[in-house]
Each structure stands twice: as C-alpha cells, then as structure tokens.
C-alpha cells in the first residue's frame, strides 16, 4: 500500500494513558466537590476516542451541561499535570521506535486526535516524537469532529494518498466519512468489522512491511 501521508490516532493507539487518567481524575473530581463514581481506566477505555464534550455526557449525566464542561476541564488539567509527571512507559510496543525509523526512512506521520487541546503536544513532547510529527489537529483545537480534521490534514498538507491508523469504530467511522483507508490498531480499546479495513494491525512494528512511500 502506497502512501505520502500516515495520519494516528494517540490513546488505544500510540499509547494507554488510562491508569494515570483515571487516577488524575478522581482527583480533580474530589477537588471540584462532587460525589460521582470512582473513575477506573477500564471505563475510560470505553469513552476514549470520544469528543470531550460527548465524555462528559457519558460519564456525568447526572450534572448539567454547564457543570460537565466545568468539570472536564478542570480533569484535563489535572490529567495533563500527572500525564507530565508519569515515568513509567505506557507507549505500546514497538510504536516510538518505529515513528522515528519510519521518519528516517523518508515516511511522513501527522496526528489527529478528538482530545483536548495541548494533548497532542503534551503526547510528543513526552515521547520524544515532535520533529517526527509534520502537522496535526484536534477536537480542543479546532472545535470541529475528527471526519474534518482528517480532511482538513489532508488538505492543507496535499496529501494524495494518505492513511489512518485508530482503534475504535469512531476512527473507522470518521475515516469512512472523510474518505481515508482505516488501518485498525488491534491492540487498542475498540473492535471494528475487519471487512471495513484497509488492513488490520497486530503490532505497529508491522507498518514498514504494509507500506510504500508514494
């Protein structure tokens, strides 16, 4: 399969941030005053890959819309302080080493994610991974869903043939809106129909041996 642009999802994909997240929020939630039910990164396996907005929704329907973005916010800032404080890798194997071969190599990786904005840079900067990454965008950032910041990536970076690499039917989903091949990331948090793939992935060191520079 020959590409000039591979697009990645983060969480199920890059890396499983679950454990530090849902201990980052529970905390923020003690602080903000609510008694709500215990966070755990099972739970948030199942939400990851959502919008934020559309999390809170899920997690806290018993709040108000003004107090779930109240709250959500105030998770992803905590989320990001013990994210930066974590040592332990919880990158999936094989996927930083290679990002970095891969982008020796001549390969050209963006990012697009539905997470909050700051996530993304917070994601390379830790991994070591930014000057590998040309060019991304999120939910946080631009407000809008991940069908359009795929095809926004794609567009403003003239990418002829360009493909997605996510975990969820949420990815599928937005791939098949916006016209990318979906390569599933089957080590993740999701499950889709392999008939509606491109390819399916058992470890990410498989990429070099799918994909041709175009």
């Given at each position: 399969?020959?590409?000039?642009?591979?697009?990645?999802?983060?969480?199920?994909?890059?890396?499983?941030?679950?454990?530090?997240?849902?201990?980052?929020?529970?905390?923020?939630?003690?602080?903000?005053?609510?008694?709500?039910?215990?966070?755990?990164?099972?739970?948030?396996?199942?939400?990851?890959?959502?919008?934020?907005?559309?999390?809170?929704?899920?997690?806290?329907?018993?709040?108000?819309?003004?107090?779930?973005?109240?709250?959500?916010?105030?998770?992803?800032?905590?989320?990001?302080?013990?994210?930066?404080?974590?040592?332990?890798?919880?990158?999936?194997?094989?996927?930083?080493?290679?990002?970095?071969?891969?982008?020796?190599?001549?390969f050209?990786?963006?990012?697009?994610?539905?997470?909050?904005?700051?996530?993304?840079?917070?994601?390379?900067?830790?991994?070591?991974?930014?000057?590998?990454?040309?060019?991304?965008?999120?939910?946080?950032?631009?407000?809008?869903?991940?069908a359009?910041?795929?095809?926004?990536?794609?567009?403003?970076?003239?990418?002829?043939s360009?493909?997605?690499?996510?975990?969820?039917?949420?990815?599928?989903?937005?791939?098949t809106?916006?016209?990318?091949?979906?390569l599933?990331?089957?080590?993740?948090?999701?499950?889709?129909?392999?008939?509606?793939?491109?390819?399916?992935?058992?470890?990410?060191?498989?990429?070099?041996?799918?994909?041709?520079?175009?």
């Amino acid at each position: 399969m020959k590409t000039d642009g591979i697009i990645l999802d983060i969480d199920g994909t890059i890396w499983n941030t679950t454990p530090v997240v849902a201990e980052a929020w529970n905390s923020a939630i003690a602080d903000c005053g609510y008694t709500l039910p215990t966070v755990t990164a099972k739970r948030l396996q199942k939400e990851f890959g959502k919008p934020m907005d559309k999390i809170a929704e899920s997690m806290w329907p018993q709040l108000s819309k003004e107090q779930q973005d109240t709250l959500i916010a105030a998770c992803c800032v905590r989320e990001h302080q013990f994210i930066e404080k974590n040592t332990a890798d919880i990158t999936y194997p094989g996927v930083i080493s290679t990002i970095r071969s891969m982008t020796e190599a001549g390969f050209t990786f963006y990012i697009v994610s539905n997470c909050q904005a700051g996530y993304i840079e917070l994601t390379m900067g830790k991994n070591g991974i930014t000057g590998c990454i040309r060019d991304f965008e999120s939910y946080g950032a631009s407000g809008k869903y991940k069908a359009q910041n795929i095809s926004d990536i794609v567009a403003r970076n003239h990418i002829t043939s360009p493909v997605y690499i996510g975990d969820t039917q949420g990815d599928l989903e937005a791939c098949t809106e916006a016209g990318v091949p979906f390569l599933f990331a089957s080590w993740g948090f999701g499950t889709v129909a392999e008939k509606d793939c491109a390819a399916v992935l058992q470890s990410f060191d498989e990429l070099p041996h799918l994909l041709e520079r175009q």
